[in-house]
Nanobody, 118 residues
Framework: QVQLVESGGGLVQAGGSLRLSCVGS????????MGWYRQAPGKQRELVAE???????NYADSVKGRFTISRDNGKNTIYLQMNSLKPEDTAVYYC????????????WGQGTQVTVSS
C-alpha cells in the first residue's frame, strides 16, 4: 500500500519562504518521476514542479525561478523549496507521480496547506 505524506505548510507573509516535504512508502520514489501539485479554492489541481528519476526538473511558469524541487531517494522523500511566496501561491500542496496514472489516482494524500498573506 503506497502512502504519500506531505508536511511543511503554514501561514507566511508575502515574500517569505517555506520548505515542503513528501515522504512515501515503498520504492515509489526510486522508480517514478515525481511532482508537486497544488489546488487553490475553486480551481483545478495543477502540477507546479516535477523531477525525473534522473533528477531533471521542470516548473510551471508561475513558479519558475522561485520554487525548487529536489529528491532524496534514500529517504523516500521529495522536497519543494518555495521562496518569494505570493498570495496567489495559496493552495493545498500535494505530491504524487508524474503523470498521475490510473493507479496513482489512489495515492493522493491529505496535502499540506500553504497560506500566503499580503
Amino acid at each position: 500500500q503506497v502512502q504519500l505524506v506531505e508536511s511543511g505548510g503554514g501561514l507566511v507573509q508575502a515574500g517569505g519562504s517555506l520548505r515542503l516535504s513528501c515522504v512515501g512508502s515503498g520504492r515509489i520514489f526510486r522508480l517514478n518521476h515525481m511532482g508537486w501539485y497544488r489546488q487553490a479554492p475553486g480551481k483545478q489541481r495543477e502540477l507546479v514542479a516535477e523531477i525525473t528519476i534522473g533528477g531533471f526538473t521542470n516548473y510551471a511558469d508561475s513558479v519558475k525561478g522561485r520554487f525548487t524541487i529536489s529528491r532524496d531517494n534514500g529517504k523516500n522523500t521529495i522536497y519543494l523549496q518555495m521562496n518569494s511566496l505570493k498570495p496567489e501561491d495559496t493552495a493545498v500542496y500535494y505530491c504524487n507521480l508524474v503523470p498521475v496514472d490510473f493507479i496513482a489516482r489512489g495515492y493522493w494524500g491529505q496535502g499540506t496547506q500553504v497560506t500566503v498573506s499580503s
